[in-house]
């Protein structure tokens, strides 16, 4: 975690469809944090003062399995309250919390270390805005509900608001002790510590309340808190190496996939990030579930079922859907439901789509399971529908998106923010505009329905999808390359002019594989150039670039996720010695941020003796930053679970500097298990099966 003396920092808790985020100190100050649920700001304000005045602070933190937060303070010094005043630094104040079960259970510990009884007062100041995510991101709203005025209920303080959209939004706040006052938006507790006694009070927080809160009740709802989390983390195989850092790195990356993984009745599935995307992603989830289908099948299954549950059946130019889109973001707020924004269920995601085939193609190739493929297969055909329907009508065959309303996302790739696609003078391109990792993800797309029409015994269907995949892949060659430059161009707009600008975007074709061995390899060595690598990982943008800025969101900046899909990509065209570098540099970034990778951070190049510079905004944790060790680490490893042939491949393995051993405990093939366990001896890598539990499993390595 960042360093508890910066009280800045904040500090995130998950469970479900809540989630809290707080300072140092645990308190709740109305910006950017908050207890919030299904989209909602249910608790905008919770302060803890001693006597009027925030407490010094000693440390804070997450536990290592994101289940508890503990904030430890100190009270400066205390006025007189009839008689001497009390020193600085004897009161011990402990806030510990969890979330379980929509709800937020808290206990504020005061133990007295001073040789004499001290009196004072214990304050906590709250309040519920009932603001929508949006509104707390900064979007203005011409009218709002109605907010109540607090009420007190002995030992509680009920907040309601009644939503233009008719729904009636409650909060409640108890406490295990009546207040000695409570009052409109605060409690008070009068405190007599005799010397090196302890005092305790329990507070509970939700939509409804029917358990007082004491030591029993936070003693039972953490365990089964813990139990669940705990449950969530040991999906799918282990890692473990010989580095004590690296180690700490698998497992927070571990720790955050679990906190952002909520279980739907389709399945386990990854919210994007903490605080702005917790919610349901369409193109996250699918990304991160590809970072972790190697190790863990299970997340891709209920990814796949969610996503093609909520495939798009109508036209609508407000959501951006069309029949056989995959969903982009799904949300359940006021502005909303109230459709003051689109963002409900929106399919303004150009990529989804072909991206959510991908996957299956790849789920698929992983486990052999073509019952799973035969459930999808209606929306398997409805997706490439909507892809067809698109690309039969563009002259090149590619697939493009241009926003169907003012509301809408203006850039629909991942690249989603209004100035991130240009030309190399700076002009947003007209629309339609066809990106060139899309056309990727497409060739993809056509080469998995091709695999999959094969094993479902539909010849035909198999080589028409091969043919598709190769005319687009002549066409992407002949339209996007740039000789001069040995590199990709980013996108063609509607007027069909390349735009020129050097982005990482092209590292996402090598991914699926689409360039040539030579321009593979060409790519990739730009890739690795001073131009692109920080140093702490892939800029998404050149510098000297239009538009480059390192603090920007995506024209200059890292994202982690990004980097690994480029590494995995350059992994393929046999640039293992890369692969090391990329995983080294995110290493190093992680854990000059406490091992845990923010969404993104600033493209500042690597300066001796100097940390990655931090975007200010970037969510922590984040699915797909958490998941990019995971893919890196395949990349490094070279290891590939073929689930039609019941083996596993292991190409050109490598370790990363300064670990010598890895292994990898229970890895799925076919319902049988097997261990992995990779040295260094010399300068070479080897791969050593433990067949004890997985002795039917096949492991060819190719040096």
């Known amino acids: 975690m960042p360093s508890a003396r910066e009280p800045n920092k904040f500090y995130a808790l998950k469970d479900a469809d809540t989630f809290l985020v707080a300072d140092a100190f645990g308190d ?52 007189v309250l009839g008689g001497s005043a009390t020193p600085q630094g004897v009161i011990h104040i402990e806030r510990t919390r969890f979330l379980w079960d929509q709800h937020l259970h808290e206990r504020i510990a005061c133990t007295n270390y001073c040789s004499v009884e001290i009196g004072l007062s214990l304050q906590l100041a709250m309040g519920a805005d009932f603001y929508d995510m949006f509104e707390v991101r900064g979007v203005s709203r011409r009218a709002r509900g109605r907010l109540a005025p607090p009420q007190a209920r002995g030992k509680q303080l009920v907040f309601v608001y009644e939503g233009l959209d008719g729904v009636q939004r409650i909060s409640i706040v108890e406490f295990s002790q009546n207040p000695d006052q409570l009052d409109g938006d605060r409690a008070e507790f009068n405190l007599i510590l005799e010397a090196g006694s302890r005092w305790e009070l329990y507070l509970e927080a939700g939509p409804d309340l029917t358990i007082p809160p004491d030591k029993k009740t936070f003693r039972s709802a953490a365990a089964r808190a813990r139990y669940a989390m705990r449950a969530r983390s040991r999906r799918g195989a282990r890692l473990h190496s010989s580095g004590r850092l690296f180690n700490e790195w698998i497992e927070k990356s571990r720790a955050d996939l679990a906190l952002l993984t909520t279980e739907l009745p389709t399945g386990p599935y990854p919210y994007a990030g903490i605080p702005w995307f917790s919610v349901p992603f369409g193109r996250d989830a699918i990304i991160t579930a590809l970072q972790l289908l190697w190790l863990d099948s299970g997340l891709a299954r209920g990814v796949l079922r969610f996503l093609a549950q909520y495939q798009a059946r109508a036209v609508s130019s407000f959501q951006d859907a069309a029949p056989g889109k995959i969903m982009h973001e799904r949300r359940r707020g006021e502005m909303t439901r109230l459709r003051e924004l689109p963002f409900g269920e929106y399919y303004g995601g150009v990529d989804t789509t072909p991206l959510f085939v991908v996957l299956a193609g790849a789920y698929a190739e992983r486990t052999g399971d073509l019952a799973l493929v035969e459930e999808l297969w209606p929306a398997l055909t409805a997706a490439c529908v909507w892809i067809e329907t698109i690309t039969d009508s563009h002259p090149d065959g590619f697939l493009t998106y241009a926003r169907a309303a003012e509301t809408g996302l203006a850039n629909q790739g991942w690249k989603d923010s209004e100035d991130s696609i240009f030309h190399t003078d700076g002009r947003f391109p007209r629309g339609p505009v066809a990106l060139v990792e899309v056309q990727g993800y497409v060739f993809g797309a056509f080469r998995a329905m091709s695999e999959l029409s094969s094993r479902r015994g539909d010849v035909d269907a198999a080589t028409q999808w091969k043919v598709r995949a190769d005319r687009l892949q002549t066409a992407v060659e002949a339209r996007f390359w740039m000789e001069d430059a040995g590199f990709y161009g980013v996108a063609v707009d509607g007027d069909g002019q390349l735009c020129r600008t050097r982005c990482s975007n092209p590292g996402h074709l090598l991914y699926v594989g689409l360039p040539s061995a030579d321009r593979g390899r060409r790519v990739s060595q730009v890739l690795l150039s001073d131009a692109f690598h920080s140093g702490w990982g892939l800029r998404t943008l050149a510098p000297g670039q239009a538009r480059f800025n390192p603090m920007s969101y995506h024209n200059g900046s890292v994202w982690p996720h990004d980097t690994a899909l480029c590494a995995a990509g350059i992994a393929r065209y046999h640039e293992r010695v890369g692969v090391i570098r990329m995983i080294n540099s995110l290493f190093e970034a992680a854990v000059s941020f406490g091992m845990q990778l923010p969404e993104l951070f600033c493209g500042f190049a690597r300066a001796p003796g100097e940390p990655p510079v931090a975007y200010p905004v970037a969510c922590l944790p984040q699915a797909w930053a958490a998941g990019s060790l995971f893919m890196l680490l395949q990349a490094c490893l070279g290891v590939k679970v073929d689930g039609w042939g019941g083996q596993i491949l292991i190409e050109e393995p490598s370790l990363p500097v300064g670990i010598d051993h890895l292994t990898i405990r229970h890895i799925n093939v076919g319902g049988d298990l097997i261990d992995l366990a990779f040295h260094r001896v010399g300068e070479q890598v080897v791969a050593v099966p433990d067949r004890k539990k997985g002795k039917t499993v096949p492991v060819v390595v190719r040096v």
Not at 61 to 70: E, I, L, Q, W
């Open 28 to 79: 709740i100050n109305g910006a950017g944090d908050g207890f919030f649920r299904d989209d909602t700001r249910t608790l905008s304000r919770l302060q803890l003062t001693l006597n009027g005045e925030k407490p010094s602070l000693l440390s804070a933190s997450v536990s290592r399995d994101n289940v508890f937060f503990v904030s430890n303070m100190t009270n400066l010094p205390l006025p």
